[in-house]
């Protein structure tokens, strides 16, 4: 069942398995904030077993752009377009929060990014990578990091609603 991600009142709905919920959920909400401020877009997750397709997109992408592959289960993930963008996030177990901007129109920019739940430690397979921190209301300390995207990953079509 899907869940409108409220970021006034922080829940951990989704996230209780994590060892980080509470930080996990603040960085859940703090997506959700920017999604609703940036393009009035109302973040909606599903439980992982719902949104197995965004979840292997995503996937797909870290294992054949960097060779990477999450050893946490994802727990929740969304997937919509906004302005000619299509957004994929997908929130692991570990605290972990991934996410994908791709441009739908050829030569827009495409890139995914990385964000660590507070107080969870670098996992293994992102350690190659650099963290900048930025201070969250709703999430504490968040530590981020990113790639460019440079070959083709073509997401299949959004379900209509979405």
């Given at each position: ?82 302005e000619g963008i299509r ?62 995207i440079k070959q083709e ?10």
């Amino acid at each position: 069942m899907s869940y409108a991600v409220d970021f006034v009142d922080v829940s951990t709905v989704g996230l209780e398995t994590s060892p980080v919920a509470e930080a996990a959920a603040g960085l859940r909400a703090n997506e959700a904030r920017y999604s609703k401020n940036k393009y009035d877009h109302v973040f909606t997750v599903e439980p992982a077993v719902e949104a197995s397709a965004t979840i292997a997109w995503v996937s797909g992408i870290l294992k054949s752009e960097r060779s990477i592959e999450i050893a946490s289960p994802a727990l929740e993930a969304t997937e919509f377009e906004v302005e000619g963008i299509r957004m994929a996030y997908v929130f692991y177990e570990s605290g972990l929060s991934i996410n994908v901007m791709y441009a739908v129109a050829d030569g827009g920019k495409r890139a995914v990014g990385f964000k660590l739940s507070d107080g969870m430690a670098v996992p293994e397979e992102l350690g190659a990578f650099k963290f900048a921190r930025q201070r969250s209301k709703l999430a504490g300390t968040i530590r981020g990091s990113y790639f460019v995207i440079k070959q083709e990953h073509r997401p299949s079509p959004l379900p209509s609603g979405s």
